[in-house]
């Protein structure tokens, strides 16, 4: 289910309606309800829904309208079963849909009598429907057509402005992942700069408010972080463990992991029990493996 500000979006749904009165309803891309205004059925609905046969079409109705939005990705006008005007419409972002706008229970342009369609409906509660089909809103086409360029616009830009929201506050797990996923190449902080689009002073500015360091400092722990873990779990070679994690000269990665770590590699790895079967073969004069 995708991310929205429910309380936003229904404070829209509400001012549509103050001014079209039009029912409308938001749904997920899973076609589930999320939220609509004012009540979810109009006396109309309501009392159809009530007969179980003709709950049956109107949910058969539903169905047909979300499959043939969701496989042409466009905004699908029909006329229900029981001859009103419905209108759902997709809610497309970066070319995958988001959500759905629905409206519907509206009396069909030029059909504004209720003879026009009592004949779709069950006898027994016409003289009821008559009286209900009255309260119901009228709208042409075009003005379906307005109203819905205007709800995909505004629930657009609500569920991307929380995108945004949302990437601003985690702008340390999208650095801190970036730097996880490429700890083995090119992390100075000129290339983070241009990755995120910061500069200098705003990325100093981020590592100490988030990670209380340096670039340099944080970068080089989780460099030593996933030796130690290469180490642990791994019979690789040291010096290719030294290249994984982005520091490929032997000497000098052996000696900032004893400086940080207090042991070398070899005792490290000795530590947790992973010496290699060709472990003396490969013994450096100073204890180290290769």
Do not use: W
């Not at 990437?167 to 090119?186: K, M, P, T």
């Amino acid at each position: 289910m995708e991310t929205y500000n429910l309380q936003k979006m229904q404070e829209l749904l509400h001012d549509f309606y103050y001014l079209t009165g039009i029912k409308i309803c938001i749904y997920d891309s899973g076609e589930n309800e999320l939220c609509y205004y004012p009540e979810k059925l109009s006396a109309f609905c309501a009392l159809l829904r009530g007969d179980k046969e003709m709950d049956g079409r109107c949910r058969q109705c539903d169905k047909r309208a979300f499959a043939e939005c969701r496989r042409t990705h466009r905004q699908y006008v029909y006329t229900c079963h029981a001859g009103l005007l419905e209108c759902i419409s997709p809610i497309v972002c970066e070319k995958k849909i988001i959500g759905y706008i629905v409206i519907g229970q509206i009396k069909p342009p030029g059909k504004t009598d209720f003879s026009a369609i009592a004949h779709r409906l069950p006898t027994k509660y016409r003289e009821r429907l008559a009286e209900c089909f009255c309260a119901l809103p009228d709208a042409d086409i075009g003005k379906i057509d307005a109203a819905m360029r205007i709800l995909d616009a505004c629930t657009g830009y609500e569920y991307l402005k929380e995108l945004v929201r949302s990437a601003e506050r985690r702008i340390d797990l999208r650095i801190g992942g970036y730097i996880d996923d490429n700890l083995s190449g090119n992390l100075s902080v000129q290339q983070l700069c241009s990755r995120f689009r910061l500069s200098h002073s705003e990325i100093y500015a981020l590592f100490r408010e988030y990670f209380r360091t340096t670039p340099a400092e944080y970068i080089r722990e989780r460099r030593l972080d996933k030796a130690c873990r290469l180490l642990a779990g791994t019979s690789l070679p040291v010096g290719k463990i030294a290249a994984e994690c982005g520091i490929p000269d032997y000497n000098y990665f052996s000696k900032i992991f004893r400086r940080t770590r207090g042991v070398s590699p070899r005792q490290y790895r000795k530590a947790a029990g992973k010496i290699p079967p060709q472990a003396a073969a490969d013994l450096l004069p100073d204890g180290d493996i290769k």
